[in-house]
Structures are given as structure tokens and as C-alpha cells.
């Protein structure tokens, strides 16, 4: 934890992701990444000069063996509100919509249910799990798919809901991420759609770890690339 904790740091304070008084709704999907946000950002909260709330929101998308029960008690250990938003995500994408590429679809329903609860429960920002390799995977999709060098930024701005989005663990490696859940022998939700695994950016990931077969610092590098470039939203803001 004490490594997720220094990644996290340097990620909220190279760009004041939380300030003082915010009240940060925690998109908790219960896989490993957003269920070591949650305690991680439980920590953090606990030394963080800057005081602040947060609440954990689960979507439900409707999938098969999308079991809360033990986010539930988790959050209760730890003394953090949650709260569970029942949606028909998978009747709409798959059954109504029968996408052939529906992960798009998915993200963004789950997304705006998200941005409406947390603004429901007073929240002003929101929390995501999303770590290094998936900033890095978000990059390589737009380069070779669209032809923009561009990924999503730590910290980005929605007008129409007056609501900030911040990643604090964009810094973080997902091997990090892999140990603290297994060393604590901590339960995640199972991957529970058909679609898990055949994604582009499974695509994505595969490529990274195999050019870093043969560069190994490929991570890093490509890091360093993104925070020189002029990419949108990766200018630091603290000194």
C-alpha cells in the first residue's frame, strides 16, 4: 500500500486533484483497480493536508454474478457510504441494441449513471481507478486506431454537470495494483461479460507486454513521451 500511496501522491499533487472541502463520489466497480482505490483512497484521506469526503457508488449493470455483497461489507468496515445504482446496461447494449463493438456503449452508459449519482449525493468530483497501463493502452488505441496522440488526462472538466473527473492512480503500475490485492487476499467482483478478454484494448495490452520483452523501460518511456508532449490536460499544475 505504501507504494499505491506514494504513486497517488505525486499524482494528486503534481495536479491538484483534491482540494480542500471536495466531496469525491468513488466510481466502485468492485474489480481490483477500483476496489484498491477504495482503501487506498481511505488512507489517503487520513493524512492528506487537505480535508475531504468521499462515497463509494457502485452501477450495476445488470450481468450475471455481479455480486455487491461483500462491497457492501467492506465499505461498512471501513465506515464509507455506498451506495448501489441498478441499471439495464446489458438489456439495453446487448439485447436491444445487439452491439457488435459494445464496449463503447457500455462505458459511456455506465459513465453518465455515474456523473447523475454523484451529483444526486452532493458530490463535485469524480474518482476513477484508471492506472498507468490503462493511460498507456488509451494512448496506443488513438495513435493507431484514429491517428491522435492524445490519451484521457489525470484530471478533466464536464460543464454541463459542473463536476470534475481525477484519476488518482494514473501513476500507479498495475503490478502494484495485482500485489496489494493478492498480498491481502482481498475479494474482487469476477469478470462477468462475454466480451472480457476480446477487447482492442486486450489488443493493446498484449502489444505493450511484449515489446517489453525487449524494452523494458518501453512503460516508462512511453510515460515520459506523454508527459513532454503537448497532449490535452498533462501540463502539471503544482510545483
Excluded at 488513438?142 to 470534475?164: E, Q
Aim: net charge positive; proline share 3%.
Amino acid at each position: 500500500m505504501q507504494e499505491i500511496l506514494k504513486y497517488m501522491r505525486k499524482a494528486v499533487e503534481d495536479f491538484n486533484m483534491i482540494e480542500e472541502g471536495d466531496k469525491i463520489g468513488l466510481g466502485l466497480s468492485g474489480g481490483k483497480d477500483s476496489t484498491t482505490l477504495l482503501f487506498a483512497l481511505d488512507r489517503f484521506k487520513k493524512f492528506f493536508p487537505k480535508k475531504f469526503d468521499f462515497i463509494a457508488i457502485s452501477i450495476d449493470p445488470g450481468f450475471e454474478g455481479f455480486n455487491t455483497d461483500f462491497l457492501k461489507q467492506t465499505c461498512k468496515q471501513l465506515d464509507i457510504e455506498y451506495i448501489i445504482y441498478d441499471s439495464h446496461i446489458k438489456e439495453i447494449v446487448f439485447d436491444i441494441r445487439d452491439e457488435k463493438n459494445p464496449c463503447s456503449l457500455c462505458a459511456n452508459l455506465r459513465r453518465g449513471m455515474l456523473n447523475s449519482v454523484a451529483k444526486e449525493h452532493g458530490c463535485n468530483k469524480i474518482a476513477l481507478a484508471h492506472h498507468m497501463e490503462d493511460m498507456l493502452e488509451t494512448f496506443l488505441l488513438n495513435v493507431l486506431y484514429t491517428g491522435n496522440i492524445s490519451t484521457f488526462a489525470p484530471v478533466t472538466y464536464l460543464d454541463k454537470m459542473d463536476l470534475y473527473t481525477i484519476r488518482p492512480l494514473i501513476y500507479t503500475p498495475e503490478k502494484d495494483i495485482k500485489t496489494f490485492i493478492k498480498k491481502n487476499n482481498i475479494s474482487v467482483i469476477p469478470k462477468c461479460c462475454s466480451m472480457d478478454g476480446y477487447s482492442k484494448r486486450e489488443d493493446m495490452k498484449k502489444l505493450i507486454n511484449s515489446l517489453s520483452r525487449d524494452i523494458p523501460y518501453i512503460k516508462s518511456n512511453m510515460l515520459g513521451a506523454i508527459q513532454r508532449s503537448n497532449i490535452k490536460g498533462w501540463k502539471k499544475i503544482a510545483n
